[in-house]
């Protein structure tokens, strides 16, 4: 599912969604993260696609 991760991923925005396994219950999605910390090649790669979709604006503010 893709669902914030609340700091479950130590080096992204707490505020940011990703894509991990979940347990679902009566309460909604409980993520059950197998990474923790993307190495330096994929966080790249994700700063690079954010950029992208925010117009090249860090954050996603196009001002």
């Known amino acids: ?8 991923v ?8 990703v894509e991990m ?6 309460d909604g999605a409980k993520p059950t993260p197998r990474i923790t910390h993307f190495d330096e090649k994929v966080l790249g790669l994700i700063y ?3 950029g992208v979709r925010s117009g090249g604006q860090p954050g996603g503010d196009q001002r």
Do not use: K, V, Y
């Not at 130590?10 to 969604?17: G, T």
């Open 21 to 26: 396994s979940c347990t679902l219950g009566r």
């Open 10 to 17: 130590d080096n992204i925005p707490a505020d940011w969604a």
């Open 1 to 8: 599912m893709n669902i914030p991760h609340h700091g479950h």
């Open 48 to 50: 690079t696609i954010q």
